[in-house]
């Protein structure tokens, strides 16, 4: 069945206080608003007639990825409250389900502020006319798709509909927002494409579509420098035409005519710039911390409570000191009528052996640590060749060089923030690093590679491994050690999201 098209919002009881070209926005109340992603599409400033099929939940994943990825750098406008507590028609609910979030309502300012790796798009053409972009003069001889030799803060106007977007020089935003938020702006701006490797992978490094500030008014408050509605990220744009369900999109210079001009040849080099692959958060219960009398009933509790799969510490009182569970296991979840992936954490050697019995019990993904293989090429092959998802493993003191020649032959990435042995150890918060180190490497091959922490992960502490790169998130003492696994699931959503 075909997905509704939401090409214009009419929620019940609420008031609908702006249109834009992609998104509606209702009030709340005095401190906060709703904004819904529709599938409308816009071109050249103009909404088109024909939607596309859940646009807007891409749109919306994707603004939410890139929030959460840089909200250490500018903080934004969400305020981690769900959708459904102020939509009350059952049928409008699931028709905003992952388009919606509520944001605070702050004044946006008619502003883009672009940060350029890459001399394209508009930049080109004013370079092309003047030499300059937005008022800074630029070394004779540079090439359409050229990488700058800094990146460069541009801001623009953002127009409303049917106008085009302007740049401006930052003299010109100076006079336009106050010289204090105009430097606060400007020197925000830059750290963004170093922390999403913007200018070292690609394009006219796009933004902080923010510029927010409270309400006038709310009295004289002073101003403050919030991300607005979403973060516009190199792929952003193809990603937004991609189609339902899409998570990994690639397009070259040629898809974004806006961007490059019909004709014009870019280096082959950009087929890369716009890849960007984007997986939402998986919570894995480990059943290390379950109740086993009763461990089938405890896997259906918390997958009802909302668990994305189901996390297995495989352990032989060899490589690490104590003793788990093997395929039976595994397999007899299964018969239980488990449907749930099943994330399969090997610390045993040697590891060959052992491969083929978790795949023939149900397995989908089977992580190892490479220092448990004699040949981790050959394990990784030997995994896929039994049907399962592979992974490699890093204790806390294993460096990731293993990934310089394996990380394209992998599903998952597993950083573990504990030594391995035993549940319920702290966190070791060098993890953190080492998870940013991850993401980075995983960003750069541009492959839809989970990045998994394992270790001490509880409702307190899994912001920070989300804001660190991690997307799928292991738990067991936090979960099964709790009264209510579905508020503890829903604390960890909300904390990830926030």
């Known amino acids: 069945m075909p997905a509704p098209v939401v090409y214009r919002t009419e929620l019940t009881g609420l008031a609908r206080i702006h249109e834009g070209k992609v998104r509606d926005i209702y009030a709340l109340d005095d401190d906060t608003m709703l904004i819904v992603t529709t599938d409308r599409l816009s071109a050249f400033d103009v909404v088109l007639p024909d939607p596309i099929p859940d646009k807007g939940r891409v749109l919306n994943g994707i603004s939410n990825f890139w929030f959460a990825r840089t909200r250490h750098l500018v903080p934004n406008h969400l305020t981690g409250r769900e959708p459904a507590e102020v939509v009350r028609d059952e049928r409008e609910r699931a028709l905003l389900a992952g388009r919606a979030v509520i944001v605070r309502r702050l004044q946006a300012l008619p502003i883009e502020a672009v940060v350029r790796g890459y001399l394209i798009g508009s930049g080109w053409k004013d370079y092309q006319a003047s030499g300059r972009v937005c008022g800074i003069a630029l070394p004779q001889g540079l090439k359409l798709a050229g990488r700058l030799p800094q990146p460069l803060f541009t801001p623009a106007t953002k127009a409303r509909i049917g106008a085009h977007d302007e740049n401006m020089s930052f003299e010109e935003l100076a006079a336009l927002v106050g010289p204090e938020l105009a430097a606060a702006v400007r020197d925000a701006g830059p750290r963004q494409p170093r922390q999403t490797h913007a200018h070292r992978r690609g394009a006219d490094a796009g933004l902080l579509a923010l510029l927010a500030r409270r309400q006038l008014s709310r009295g004289r408050e ?61 919570i894995a219960p480990s059943i290390l911390s379950a109740d086993f009398a009763r461990l089938g009933a405890e896997v259906d509790a918390v997958l009802e409570a909302g668990a994305d799969l189901i996390h297995f510490d495989v352990m032989d009182n060899h490589y690490v000191p104590n003793l788990t569970v093997g395929p039976m296991v595994c397999e007899a979840l299964r018969r239980h009528g488990v449907e749930a992936p099943i994330d399969v954490h090997l610390m045993v050697r040697p590891v060959d052996r052992i491969v083929p019995d978790f795949a023939a019990a149900g397995a989908t993904f089977i992580t190892f640590h490479p220092e448990a293989s004699e040949h981790v090429d050959r394990t990784i092959g030997l995994i896929r060749e039994h049907g399962c998802r592979p992974g490699l493993v890093f204790n806390p003191a294993t460096p990731l060089d293993y990934l310089d020649y394996t990380l394209e032959l992998l599903d998952m990435v597993l950083i573990m923030s504990v030594n391995p042995g035993f549940a319920g150890q702290q966190f070791i918060p060098n993890a953190l690093r080492k998870l940013a180190a991850a993401r980075a490497r995983i960003d750069s091959a541009g492959r ?51």
């Open 222 to 282: 002073p101003a403050e420098l919030r991300q607005a509605v979403r973060t516009r990220l190199p792929g952003d744009a193809r990603l937004e035409q991609a189609g339902a369900g899409t998570e990994t999109a690639t397009r070259d210079h040629r898809a974004h005519q806006r961007q490059v001009p019909r004709g014009a040849r870019a280096p082959d080099r950009l087929k890369e710039v716009y890849t960007v692959v984007m997986v939402p958060a998986w």
């Open 448 to 498: 839809a590679v989970r990045l998994e922490v394992d270790g001490g992960i509880k409702t307190d502490n899994i912001r920070s491994a989300a804001q660190a790169g991690a997307d799928t998130f292991v738990a067991g003492s936090a979960i099964f050690g709790s009264g209510d696994y579905a508020q503890t699931i829903r604390e960890m959503r909300r904390q990830i999201a926030a």
